[in-house]
C-alpha cells in the first residue's frame, strides 16, 4: 500500500465553523506532513511531525491546529478560517524527516473553501 | 533568502518531441532535489529524485540533469505524451533535517 488518503476531497466552511481534515497512511512512515497550496502556485509546508511529535511548525496561525493521534493519522483542525485560508490542503508523508527525508509520497488533497 | 525556482513558467511541445523543463537553486548546502508532476485536480506525484554526489539520473522516458557549479537541475522527458501534461515542481531538500522546499513549477502543455 503506498497511499496517502485524505478526507473529505471538498469541503466548505463558514468562518465561524470547526472542521477538520483528516490523512492516513499505511506506509510505516513516521514523518507527516501538511502542507497549503493556492492556485498556480507550489506547495507551501505548514507542519511537520516526526515520531507523532511537531518538530516543525511554519508560523501557521492558531486557527490551524494539527494532531498527530498515532502513527498512521494525521489531522489538521480548522476554526475561525478566513475566506483567504481556502485552498487544496496537501498530505504527505516519508519514512523519515531527518536528513535523508527521501521521496514525500502526497495525497490527493482536501479542497478547502471559506465562506 | 534561499529559495528554488524554474527559469520557464510555461512550456509547449508537439507531441513526439522532447521536453527540458529548468530548474535554478540557491542552497548551496542542498544534497537531495525530486521533480515531482502534478496534474489538475490531484496531488503532486514523484517523477525522478538525484542526490548531489550524482549529476544524472535516468528513468523511463526522463531523465535528470545536476550541475552543482551552477546550481541548475532539469528534468528531460523524452517523446512527450498527451499524458505528461502537468505542472512540473522541483523540490530541494537541504542538508540537515530542513523540509523539502518547492520551486515555482513550469506548466507543461502537450500540442497533440
Known amino acids: 500500500d503506498t497511499e496517502v488518503t485524505q478526507t473529505p476531497k471538498h469541503l466548505v466552511m463558514g468562518m465561524t465553523n470547526k472542521k477538520s481534515l483528516k490523512c492516513e497512511q499505511h506506509?510505516?512512515?513516521?514523518?507527516m506532513y501538511w502542507y497549503k497550496q493556492k492556485a498556480k502556485k507550489p506547495p507551501e509546508l505548514m507542519f511537520v511531525?516526526?515520531?507523532?511529535?511537531?518538530?516543525i511548525n511554519e508560523s501557521v496561525p492558531s486557527r490551524f491546529s494539527p494532531e498527530c493521534p498515532n502513527s498512521s493519522l494525521l489531522n489538521l483542525h480548522l476554526h475561525a478560517l478566513q475566506p483567504e485560508d481556502s485552498a487544496l490542503y496537501l498530505c504527505a508523508s516519508s519514512l523519515s524527516s531527518g536528513m535523508d527525508t527521501g521521496e514525500l509520497f502526497f495525497g490527493e488533497g482536501s479542497r478547502l473553501t471559506v465562506l | 533568502g534561499e529559495s528554488v525556482g524554474l527559469h520557464l513558467p510555461t512550456l509547449s511541445v508537439q507531441e513526439g518531441d522532447n521536453s527540458i523543463i529548468n530548474c535554478a537553486y540557491s542552497?548551496?548546502?542542498?544534497?537531495?532535489f525530486i521533480w515531482y508532476k502534478q496534474e489538475s485536480g490531484k496531488g503532486p506525484q514523484f517523477i525522478i529524485d538525484i542526490r548531489s554526489n550524482m549529476d544524472k539520473r535516468q528513468g523511463q522516458r526522463v531523465t535528470v540533469l545536476l550541475n552543482k557549479t551552477v546550481k541548475h537541475l532539469s528534468l528531460q522527458i523524452a517523446a512527450t505524451q498527451p499524458g505528461d501534461s502537468a505542472v512540473y515542481f522541483c523540490?530541494?531538500?537541504?542538508?540537515?533535517?530542513?523540509?523539502?522546499?518547492f520551486g515555482k513549477g513550469t506548466r507543461l502543455s502537450v500540442i497533440a
Open positions: 542552497n548551496s548546502a542542498s544534497d537531495y
Open positions: 511531525y516526526s515520531y507523532e511529535k511537531l518538530s
Open positions: 523540490a530541494e531538500n537541504g542538508a540537515g533535517n530542513t523540509p523539502l522546499v
Open positions: 506506509m510505516g512512515h513516521r514523518a
